[in-house]
Nanobody
Framework: QVQLVESGGGLVQAGGSLRLTCSAS????????MGWFRQAPGKEREFIAA????????SVADSVKGRFTISRDYAKNTLYLQMNSLKPEDTAVYFC???????????????????WGQGTQVTVSS
C-alpha cells in the first residue's frame, strides 16, 4: 500500500504560480513512476506529467510544457508540481498518483497508476 496526500492548491490570479506537493508513505520503495493528473468539472482526468522515481527522468504533457515542472525529493518521498504562468483553463482538481508497474515508459493513462491521492483544488481567476 502507498498513501498519497496532496497539498498546495488554492486560488491564484492568472499569470501567478503555485507549487503542489504530494507526500508519499507506505511501500514507496516499490514505486517506479509517479505522476500528476487534473480533472475539471465535466471533463475526463487529464495527464499532466510523470517522473521516474529512481532516475528522476520526466515527461510533461504538451498542454502545460514550458509552464509546469515535475520533480521529486527521493529522500523525503515527496513529489512536486511547480506551476507557473497559470491560466483560467488550468482550474481543476489536481491529483498525484503512484505506479508500481514495470515495463512502462512515463505512463500517461490513469489506469496505469495504482494509488491516488485525494486531490487538491487549484482555481485560477482571470
Amino acid at each position: 500500500q502507498v498513501q498519497l496526500v496532496e497539498s498546495g492548491g488554492g486560488l491564484v490570479q492568472a499569470g501567478g504560480s503555485l507549487r503542489l506537493t504530494c507526500s508519499a508513505s507506505g511501500r514507496t520503495f516499490s514505486s517506479l513512476h509517479m505522476g500528476w493528473f487534473r480533472q475539471a468539472p465535466g471533463k475526463e482526468r487529464e495527464f499532466i506529467a510523470a517522473i521516474r522515481w529512481i532516475s528522476a527522468g520526466t515527461s510533461v504533457a504538451d498542454s502545460v510544457k514550458g509552464r509546469f515542472t515535475i520533480s521529486r525529493d527521493y529522500a523525503k518521498n515527496t513529489l512536486y508540481l511547480q506551476m507557473n504562468s497559470l491560466k483560467p483553463e488550468d482550474t481543476a482538481v489536481y491529483f498525484c498518483a503512484n505506479s508500481l508497474r514495470t515495463g512502462l515508459y512515463y505512463p500517461s493513462k490513469a489506469d496505469t497508476y495504482d494509488y491516488w491521492g485525494q486531490g487538491t483544488q487549484v482555481t485560477v481567476s482571470s
